[in-house]
């Protein structure tokens, strides 16, 4: 059984910086894949970044690629989304996730919803214009 809660969301202007936490539970973290995701209001779960179980590897949806950073620190069970050169366009709510499966992904599968098994509560990121 995994936990997740989210923390570092608010409001900030166009062109500032946030970093969103996750801190996890459990003793699998360090063997799980962990990605966020974000939902807009009447949108689906989109996929925002990935970062492999050793951190050597991440991946990200290309509106963010450039602007925002995932990383992990396993002896914190913590990971990480700094977001810098914020546009109103990333406003929605964050989700972090995790993947207890050890298994090895596509370019699809890593931004599927359905790969991931757990799942935080989400924090609300508001970008004003």
């Known amino acids: 059984q995994v936990q997740l809660v989210e923390s570092g969301g608010g409001l900030v202007q166009a062109g500032g910086s946030l970093r969103l936490s996750c801190a996890a539970s459990?003793?699998?973290?360090?063997?799980?894949?962990m990605a966020w995701f974000r939902q807009r209001p009447g949108k689906e779960r989109d996929f925002v970044a990935m970062?492999?179980?050793?951190?050597?590897?991440?991946s990200y949806e290309d509106s963010v690629e450039g602007r925002f950073t995932i990383s992990r620190d396993n002896t914190k069970n913590t990971v990480y989304l700094q977001m810098n050169s914020l546009k109103p366009e990333d406003t929605a709510v964050y989700y972090c996730?995790?993947?207890?499966?050890?298994?090895?992904?596509?370019?699809?599968?890593?931004?599927?919803?359905?790969?991931?098994?757990?799942w935080g509560q989400g924090t609300q990121v508001t970008v004003s214009s």
């Open positions: 996730a995790a993947d207890t499966g050890s298994r090895t992904y596509t370019s699809t599968s890593m931004r599927n919803v359905g790969t991931y098994n757990y």
């Open positions: 459990g003793r699998t973290f360090s063997t799980s894949a």
């Open positions: 970062i492999s179980r050793s951190g050597g590897f991440t």
